[in-house]
């Protein structure tokens, strides 16, 4: 391994042991549209099959059970877009764990049905770094612990797990192509490619109008980035600098690309069309990427995430429509 | 076991390990929303989420297994309206068997595009009932075996195998909700069901514009049936009275419901917005038949077949749009 990295191989193998009775290993679908279209051979890990309808529970599953006797007691506390809180709140169910999900109030409607299925305990505030401060400052007073979605070691050695099963399934896959929001997904899946084979090409996918990762890569190091709303709630928003993912992204992932709005809504297309598969926005966003780069891609033998699949009908038919 | 079938356990179970490593285990989702609208707990067996997006290919691999090798050489053929003939080219591909696929003009692009895509030898027709009769004849003047899409033990057998995995993720389920076009998995997933525990109830869920096996269950012998078409094109069209599905299916069936063309729709939208997957118009009728009757499951454990997903974007817009 010529990397150095706060999360080993060693890591992810025992998330993959804790966390293998919770979740699925999710199929690996070869897509013959993409193949054709990129002259590659292209596969999709289908996350949006994963329990709770995105990859989320992994991390959750792990971090859990890394707690105490008396933090699992007392509970953990979580903002989040959506995703983060149902994986988070569905693992705490399965383990007998209070979880306390704080969101901001234009959650996706099917998203909030989910939380309130688990039986989380939920409150909304306006913005979701309202709900960021609101967690953090409430985790502190009640003793909660607070579980970020990217920040946290157990989380990513968990979606690293993601990693091992393409590679159990494609071992000479030669390009991976993940979306990035806190770079959780992209440091553990790269570590895992990297450490087994530096020659595999890792790339990141990130919002245009969210490029915190895509300009931190750039200029080698963490800058002020300005950011715009994104339909891709998953893939957008502030992320502190300090975060423990950016030191083992800007090792491990070879190039970033940004998508645009409408490519993210032309991939959620395309993702029914040909796969006749629903997608959320974040969830599309490396296959936007495919898109947008098919002579990159040809000849090669490519791995990319499919996320998600949290949207409601109604925000499904006004994006598509 | 208190009923004659042509098709026993053992052969069932005989598909079973002849299929294993060539199609998928799928889940058996809870749903939490039709668990709440019936009071009861419903769970959606997703064969959509099965190889090639049905559970044809169950019964293609079964069948294709028992050819000889002559007939191995000479190849398959059927008629069909999607599914059956991109499950048996499908499975025809992966075991190096030329397949010939008649199929009416107007086929979904999706089911034609994924035909394509598995190298079948394809042939239009104006009708499947055209489709069906040239099938019959090529395959006498060329000697290809006609490979039917339920009037084969090997076929039937292999449908049972969901019924078998049904029980493997909830052995104390009450109630199995499954279509019927022709009878195959109904007959299939039945004999388990009332082999394992006479008590389990059956249900088979037609197409009010298609309602032979309704028809021919109400008068406990086959009768001349009025068709009309209907949207859901796996579930539609003549049946043979020599089916040698109905003598099963009349055993291991308690009762039929039939659901109308909008209730169809209905539950295509059900599922988008509360599962968040695509299903094709006859994938969605067991969950119509859920939705038309709540009150008669309150208090139940169900289980209800998923069948596929195959329905192209402008199809699905143009239904539920």
Same mark, same amino acid.
């Given at each position: 391994m010529s990397f150095q990295s706060p999360v080993s191989m060693q890591d992810i193998l025992t998330a993959q042991a804790r966390i293998r009775d919770f979740v699925r290993h999710t199929p690996l679908e070869r897509s013959i549209e993409l193949s054709r279209q990129t002259s590659g051979e292209v596969y999709l890990k289908m996350e949006n099959l994963q329990l709770t309808g995105s990859f989320k529970p992994r991390g959750s599953f792990n971090r859990l059970q890394t707690l105490s006797e008396s933090e699992r007691?007392? +509970?953990?506390?979580?903002?989040?877009a959506g995703n983060h809180g149902i994986g988070l709140s569905y693992a705490a169910a399965q383990l007998n764990i209070p979880s306390h999900i704080f969101l901001p109030e234009n959650t996706d409607p099917v998203k909030i049905a989910l939380l309130k299925a688990q039986g989380a305990n939920i409150q909304f505030f306006e913005t979701i770094e309202d709900a960021r401060q609101a967690a953090r400052r409430v985790a502190q007073e009640e003793n909660f612990t607070f579980v970020s979605a990217y920040n946290d070691k157990a989380v990513v050695a968990a979606d690293g797990t993601i990693g091992l099963e393409i590679l159990s399934d494609l071992p000479d896959v030669e390009v991976v192509v993940v979306c990035v929001g806190g770079g959780g997904l992209a440091s553990g899946i790269g570590t895992v490619m990297k450490t087994v084979n530096p020659k595999i090409e890792v790339w +990141?996918?990130?919002?245009?109008?969210?490029?915190? !990762?895509?300009?931190?890569h750039e200029a080698g190091q963490t800058v002020a980035v300005e950011l715009q709303p994104s339909i891709a709630e998953g893939l957008s928003g502030y992320i502190e600098p300090e975060t423990i993912t !950016?030191?083992? !992204?800007?090792?491990?992932?070879?190039?970033?690309?940004?998508?645009?709005?409408?490519e993210l809504v032309d991939a959620m297309k395309w993702m029914l069309d040909h796969h006749q598969h629903v997608v959320e926005p974040s969830g599309a966003a490396?296959?936007?990427?495919?898109?947008?780069?098919?002579?990159?891609?040809? +000849?090669?033998?490519?791995?990319a995430?499919?996320? +998600?699949?949290?949207?409601?009908?109604?925000?499904?038919?006004?994006?598509?429509g």
């Open positions: 007691l007392k +509970g953990v506390i979580a903002p989040t +990141g996918v990130q919002a245009a109008n969210s490029p915190t !990762f895509a300009r931190w !950016f030191p083992i !992204f800007r090792q491990v992932v070879d190039r970033v690309v940004t998508v645009s709005e409408h490396a296959v936007a990427a495919l898109l947008q780069n098919p002579e990159q891609l040809s +000849g090669r033998k490519i791995a995430t499919i996320t +998600g699949r949290n949207i409601s009908l109604s925000r499904l038919m006004a994006l598509i």
